[in-house]
């Protein structure tokens, strides 16, 4: 399978099954566009030993294994039935009442809770207990906001600490915050523990401020900047991300990413938000052309500021094209109910953070150790293989799969990918290997 | 070549039979609403 596609002035082919990609000239890439779309080579208005010349080095390319290369099956079985990353809920609640939160405003469809220790501690060791041979465990300390339950968070810090001497593990936390609570107190252990942070900010002030209000009303900006940038500034190279959320009301989000980097922040996420067409604040079917022009607004501007020096990172158009994850991984994706799981407050277990709480979407609970390996299966069954629409999607190894919340909220089943990600997933592949082809011929 | 520069070689194959399970998984990265894994750094080579 192959895609071509263009990129600012730049003419790319993706060969799908072997993750090559070659740069051309505009023949050669209408020569491509013809094979893949079945049009006779005739028709293109090039003289034939032109064309001849093209399907040549085309041919020795696919001699290579760089041009329509066979599709590769990984083998089987290594994913196994093991669980090595929790999101664990540490309080459904928060500080702030977000327009767009998926866990509205902070209550997962429940009453407020924080985590007891004693969830917290199950959690871990039910980690533990089924991370089978694994060495690296991850756990995303999440919410609501998980600052809210600031001494449980330390005290499962300090448990995990624990269990990996005694079953020789590591673990990596991270935390998700909206840095409304960060004091240098929490500051300073969270870059001491954490292994990533994710610090929540929209951008521009009055786009982050109409969407992230305090309880009382208030804007949540001023609150919450100084303190992300402290902490960014006291944390130096440890990995970590700002992440914001774009909705229908800042299509215009490369205004919000230059916000952010006028702030200081170089590693920077945004996200399309998730929610229902009649939110008023929802990304629909009508806004997606929009949304991929401005991708491309957004690749022009960060391969601009790099040039002139100013680098930084856009989470979605980062992509490691030789050294990224063996096949099997990008076959079987964000690992959702398979090898990753999030727990309630209450302890019960969920496929990711985007099911908690929806009740029939319930695995098991640490408090018990039930565990559904039926729904498991489900999970580690449903990957880029296994979904028609994926498997013969160009972006698949770049993508794999998709989100199988999005999937089962707008379409009812997991395995029926969301159109619109799907858009912006390719959009988001095309900048990143446009981004690629750039800096390297630059 | 005249037409066409290849600027990444093949690379998916090179990967195609190992598959140990040490990587992160892909939405405690960032983003937490979506998936992305290509950029993700296989936990082998990073150690
Ligand atoms: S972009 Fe859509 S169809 Fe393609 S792999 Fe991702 S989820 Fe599947
Ligand atoms: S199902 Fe979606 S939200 Fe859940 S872990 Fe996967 S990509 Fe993330």
Redesign the pocket.
Known sequence: MIHAFRFQNYYLALDVESGAVHSMDEQAYEVVRALEEGRPLESLPYPKEEVGEIVAELNSLHDAGAFEAEELVPPEGTGGQVIKAMCMHMAHDCNLRCKYCFADTGEFHGARMLMPEKVAYAALDFLIAHSGKRHNLEVDLFGGEPLMNWDVVKKTVAYGRELEKKHDKRINFTITTNCVALDDEKIDFINREMHNVVLSLDGRREIHDALRPTANGKGSFDLIAPRAQELVRRRGDKEHYVRGTFTNRNLDFTNDVKALREMGFEQISLEPVVLPDESPYAIRAEHVETVLAEYDKLASFLLSERKAGRWFNFFHFMVDLAGGPCLKKRVS?????AE?VAVSPDGDIF?????VGEAEWKMGSVLSGEFNTGMQQDFLSCNILTKPECRACWAKYFCSG?????AWKYNGDIRKPYRATCEFEKKRTECALGIFAAERES | MKHIKTIQQPCINASAHTGCGECQ???QSA?????TVANQKCQKESK
């Open positions: 994706g964000c690992g959702a109910g990753y496929p990711c953070h985007q099911f998709g989100c199988a919340a999005n | 998984a892909s939405c983003c937490k609403t979506s998936c």
